[in-house]
């Protein structure tokens, strides 16, 4: 079956740090990925998308980039800030079924 | 505006009672979720619907019961059965069986069984 993997949280960084969050995906086919954000006591929010190999997603100084070859869709922002701390999901859609699958989300907080 | 409304925010529960959550949605989306959230864990999926007056059970339907009269509505009723029913409840929609479309999710409804 498809599966998400990311890293396990809590990560804690400074502000004006560099962020990695990994996440890395298994699924028959190439499935669209995506990554949601959750600030808290709120739904989520569609943070970027890729939906085909080599593309990138960007979004308020967010990037990731769908990686075939290591099977792989890792979070970067080159400058975080307080406002980023929230819970970052990495989800994958295959066709067919429609169904999302989850990462276990990461929860990311910055501090002064 | 466009989106997908959850109602209520907050909902409080005896035990042994039955509850529906509402999900209400005006994007003209054909496919609609119920997820759980727990303390720490990803989204669980309960139910899915991909058209209307048709539903799928997820990875833990047990104790839960949807259906789907109409487009824009996919009610959840959290019944006595679910033995562990306080948790963080999300409903969300997509366009419907292509790849690549995004889904777009509610503010959520947080259940507590007292």
């Known amino acids: 079956g498809n599966s998400v993997t990311q890293m396990e949280g809590p990560v804690t960084l400074s502000e004006e740090a560099f962020l990695t969050i990994n996440c890395t995906y298994t699924a028959t086919g190439y499935p669209s990925l995506f990554w949601y954000v959750q600030y808290p006591g709120e739904g989520l929010q569609l943070l970027l998308k890729?939906?085909?190999?080599?593309d990138k997603g960007s979004n308020k100084g967010f990037e990731a980039t769908y990686r075939k070859e290591t099977t792989s869709f890792h979070l970067e922002k080159g400058s975080v800030q307080v406002s980023d701390s929230a819970v970052y999901f990495c989800v994958g859609l295959t066709g067919g079924g429609n169904k999302l699958t989850f990462g276990t989300g990461t929860q990311l907080k910055v501090e002064l | 505006d466009g989106g997908i409304t959850q109602s209520p925010k907050y909902l409080f529960r005896k035990e042994g009672q039955n509850v529906t959550l509402s999900c209400e949605q005006n994007l003209n989306h054909d496919a609609m979720y119920w997820y759980r959230q727990d303390p720490g864990q990803g989204l669980r999926l309960i139910y899915y619907s991909q058209i209307v007056n048709d539903f799928q059970k997820g990875d833990i339907a047990e104790g839960y019961s949807v259906s789907r009269e109409k487009k824009e509505s996919f009610p959840l009723t959290v019944t006595s059965a679910q033995k562990n029913p306080t948790a963080f409840y999300l409903c969300?929609?997509?366009?419907?069986?292509?790849?690549?479309?995004?889904?777009?999710f509610g503010q959520g409804t947080r259940l507590t069984v007292v």
């Open positions: 890729a939906t085909k190999a080599d």
């Open positions: 969300a929609s997509s366009i419907g069986q292509f790849s690549g479309t995004e889904a777009f």
